[in-house]
């Protein structure tokens, strides 16, 4: 709930819903703010309307002032009060004020209440002479009291045969007399203010002592000023005049006018942010490219770059825009790279070309280019590929198949040393490479080197050491990872006090046969000349090194084995002949001249005969005794005929140090497992009992996955070396025969253990 609620103050609160709620109230402002202008206006034009209307009505109230008035004078200068008087005096007034309707109205005394009728009339009063108007009329007693003064008077509303009015009295005398006094009553209908005046009494109203008299005002309503007149206080109301059509629309029009506007508004802008949005799709597009792209102008410069020409070329948008493109150009690439532009300039079509860059670093990059020219906009478009690892990787290729042929071709170590040296060196790029060889002393010797000397990179061995030890040291500070790197963490910076000049050293090891034989060394003058790749580059190079020195030393070693193969072959026939003439030999001699001896007693017929036929008898089976004891040492008989337990009982038995046999086979084994097996542990006794001087031997037989592995454990100094010469050699040469492998592991003061795994099945 929360995070919907968050989600829709957030859209709540967006610049886009707040521009809508500005234009809806700039329009509702607007709108109000108009139709308040058009209502101000209309008022301000009632009120002036009501203004002139107060006038005219002040006007005609003062015209029947002056009609009453005038009436009454000429009553007054009439000799006797008539009828026919009367009406003549009334009626010509009649054509001038348009009121007719007047009557003469005297005070009667009738008992203890006066009271007043009317005697006169004139045309329109539904009254008769000597009608009692206290009466019929209660409101026009008061005024006619009230105008005995002389002054004129005005009743209230009084409605007269159904038509509305008021009347209006003066006191004054009608002919001469003392009965000549009373009042002349003139009825002003409403209608009068319309006839009389140019008020429009549907839309003026007309308001007597604050109750409304005549006309209509109704919606919005402007008063003019009260006044009084005919002792009475009157004023006059103007409704403001029915909004005309533009006052109308004008609300309307301010309402819409911001919509119209924010509209238009609304379409620029979008039209604006389509192109921004476009331009920065296009140039989105442009840095998601992982190719250099740009565009040229024909003078040369750069007008726009994409994210990955900077990333190629280790510069700002800023910086490349600011020179032309020749000078990213290496110098000796420039001249082919300006008359590719020049001819871009000239029209010759799209060009397409290739050369060197150099990266803000001193980096050289390898770029090719594709170009698109439009003359008529002054622009070049060009997509470049960056080929450096390509051409790197191709030089690289080449570099390992020059020295894996001279390795598969079995040239000499030092052809393949000398061979990896220059090529890594040359491939690198780097200012020295050397190549060393770990020696058993725990002394390194340099085998093969590249670039620059001693001297020019800054070595100084210490005294009494060469610059083999240099080397090793800066071999070994590059594999630490605890050394300060360089700029890129890729190499060794300042490696001491013996080899300033080295800025930064990659090493990779020589790994032969699980042992490190060596390492090779390539060191650069300024670190930011080495890449994150170097060693692993490196490391292609040392695993054709440690071939070839595998194979020089597997030659080696078979030469060795076929060596040590003819001399036990010549060892063992000089063995057997000499156990034949030193043994079975001499005691046949004997026996053969022992039985000549006894033949010739026996013809002398000499008493020799029988000690002499003992004698032979006795050689004969010596010398048999001596013939099996010899054949029992190329094949012992038990073997061939008890099988293997046995046979390495009698082994145990005669050896000088207590053995303790482990035999977990069952039944017989291969004749060849069982034979190597018998001679192994054999001759594995006897070089415990010569070299040992163990108290006790531990020999385990047990097979395993297909296998049977012979494990021969002593308690004795250690020491043991199959390097050495010793006699662990021809128990290897005899195991590897096989397609076995034997493991010794002898450190000193530790004992001696031997391993032997030897395959069941032919390999």
């Known amino acids: 709930m929360r995070a919907a609620r968050h989600r829709w103050l957030r859209s709540a609160t967006s610049p886009g819903v707040a521009v809508l709620l500005l234009v809806v109230v700039l329009?509702?402002?607007?709108?109000?703010?108009?139709?308040?202008?058009?209502?101000?206006?209309?008022?301000?034009?009632?009120?002036?309307?009501?203004?002139?209307?107060?006038?005219?009505?002040?006007?005609?109230?003062?015209?029947?002032?002056?009609?009453?008035?005038?009436?009454?004078?000429?009553?007054?200068?009439?000799?006797?009060?008539?009828?026919?008087?009367?009406?003549?005096?009334?009626?010509?007034?009649?054509?001038?004020?348009?009121?007719?309707?007047?009557?003469?109205?005297k005070p009667v005394t009738a008992g203890a209440r006066p009271r007043y009728e009317a005697t006169f009339l004139t045309t329109g009063l539904p009254f008769a002479a000597g009608t009692d108007v206290s009466a019929t009329l209660p409101g026009l007693e008061s005024t006619v009291q009230n105008s005995a003064s002389g002054v004129p008077s005005a009743t209230g509303e009084a409605v007269v045969s159904g038509i509305p009015g008021f009347f209006v009295a003066q006191g004054t005398q009608f002919g001469q007399g003392p009965r000549s006094q009373g009042s002349i009553v003139l009825f002003v209908p409403t209608s009068w203010f319309g006839l009389a005046s140019t008020l429009n009494l549907q839309r003026t109203a007309i308001s007597l002592d604050g109750r409304h008299l005549a006309g209509s005002a109704a919606g919005t309503v402007a008063a003019g000023p009260s006044f009084g007149a005919l002792n009475r206080n009157w004023r006059a109301e103007a409704a403001a005049d029915p909004a005309t059509p533009l006052q109308v629309a004008l609300p309307w029009l301010a309402l819409l006018v911001p919509l119209a506007l924010a509209l238009l508004m609304y379409l620029i802008v979008r039209g604006i942010l389509r192109r921004r949005r476009a331009e920065r799709d296009i140039g989105e597009?442009?840095?998601?490219?992982?190719?250099?792209?740009?565009?040229?102008?024909?003078?040369?410069?750069?007008?726009?770059?994409?994210?990955?020409?900077?990333?190629?070329?280790?510069?700002?948008?800023?910086?490349?825009?600011?020179?032309?493109?020749?000078?990213?150009?290496?110098?000796?690439?420039?001249?082919?790279?300006?008359?590719?532009?020049?001819?871009?300039?000239?029209?010759?079509?799209?060009?397409?070309?290739?050369?060197?860059?150099?990266?803000?670093?001193?980096?050289?990059?390898?770029?090719?280019?594709?170009?698109?020219?439009?003359?008529?906009?002054?622009?070049?478009?060009?997509?470049?590929?960056?080929?450096?690892?390509?051409?790197?990787?191709?030089?690289?290729?080449?570099a390992l198949r020059r020295v894996a042929t001279l390795v598969a071709e079995g040239g000499d170590a030092a052809d393949v040393f000398n061979a990896v040296t220059v090529e890594v060196g040359r491939l690198l790029g780097a200012d020295a490479t050397r190549l060393l060889r770990y020696e058993p002393d725990g002394g390194v010797t340099i085998v093969a080197r590249h670039g620059a000397s001693r001297t020019e990179i800054g070595i100084r061995p210490p005294h009494g050491r060469d610059d083999a030890y240099v080397?090793?040291?800066v071999g070994e500070r590059a594999r630490d990872p605890r050394t300060d790197r360089a700029a890129d963490g890729s190499g060794l910076v300042g490696v001491d006090e013996m080899a300033r000049g080295i800025g930064a050293a990659v090493a990779s090891p020589i790994v032969v046969s699980g042992r490190q034989w060596g390492v090779i060394v390539s060191a650069w003058k300024r670190g930011e000349a080495v890449r994150t790749d170097t060693e692993t580059r490196m490391g292609q190079f040392t695993e054709l090194v440690a071939t070839a020195v595998a194979n020089a030393e597997s030659r080696a070693l078979l030469a060795a084995s076929r060596q040590r193969i003819v001399a036990t072959a010549d060892e063992t026939r000089r063995r057997l002949e000499r156990d034949l003439h030193d043994g079975a030999q001499q005691r046949l001699v004997s026996t053969v001249v022992a039985l000549k001896l006894a033949e010739r007693a026996l013809d002398q017929r000499s008493e020799k005969v029988e000690g002499l036929v003992h004698e032979a008898l006795a050689n004969a089976e010596r010398a048999t005794e001596e013939l099996r004891e010899l054949a029992r040492g190329i094949m012992p008989a038990v073997l061939t005929r008890n099988g293997l337990g046995p046979a390495l009982q009698a082994v145990a038995d005669r050896s000088p140090i207590p053995v303790m046999l482990d035999l977990r086979t069952d039944g017989r084994l291969p004749e060849r497992a069982e034979v190597t097996t018998y001679f192994v542990i054999s001759e594995a006794l006897t070089n415990a009992a010569k070299h040992s001087h163990a108290s006790a031997v531990h020999v385990t037989v047990e097979p395993i996955d297909g296998d049977v592995r012979l494990s021969i454990d002593d308690d004795g100094v250690g020491g043991a070396d199959p390097m050495r010469g010793s006699g662990l050699v021809g128990l290897r040469d005899r195991v590897e025969a096989i397609g076995g492998t034997l493991k010794v592991q002898s450190r000193p003061g530790e004992g001696t253990h031997v391993t032997v795994e030897l395959p069941l099945a032919p390999r």
């Open 27 to 105: 329009c509702a402002a607007g709108f109000l703010v108009t139709k308040q202008l058009v209502n101000a206006d209309r008022k301000a034009t009632a009120r002036q309307r009501a203004a002139g209307d107060t006038q005219q009505l002040q006007n005609l109230l003062l015209r029947a002032n002056t009609f009453i008035g005038g009436l009454g004078a000429a009553l007054a200068s009439e000799p006797a009060a008539d009828n026919s008087s009367f009406q003549g005096l009334v009626g010509s007034e009649t054509g001038t004020f348009l009121l007719s309707d007047a009557m003469w109205v």
């Open 285 to 398: 597009i442009l840095d998601v490219s992982l190719d250099p792209l740009c565009i040229i102008g024909v003078d040369g410069h750069l007008k726009r770059v994409n994210l990955a020409f900077e990333r190629t070329l280790g510069y700002g948008a800023a910086a490349l825009t600011a020179r032309p493109l020749v000078e990213f150009v290496h110098p000796d690439d420039r001249d082919a790279t300006a008359a590719s532009l020049l001819r871009l300039r000239e029209g010759h079509g799209e060009e397409s070309f290739e050369g060197r860059y150099v990266r803000a670093d001193g980096a050289v990059r390898w770029l090719q280019w594709n170009t698109h020219p439009l003359l008529e906009r002054g622009l070049v478009y060009a997509a470049a590929h960056d080929v450096t690892d390509i051409r790197t990787l191709a030089q690289e290729q080449a």
């Open 471 to 473: 080397w090793w040291r």
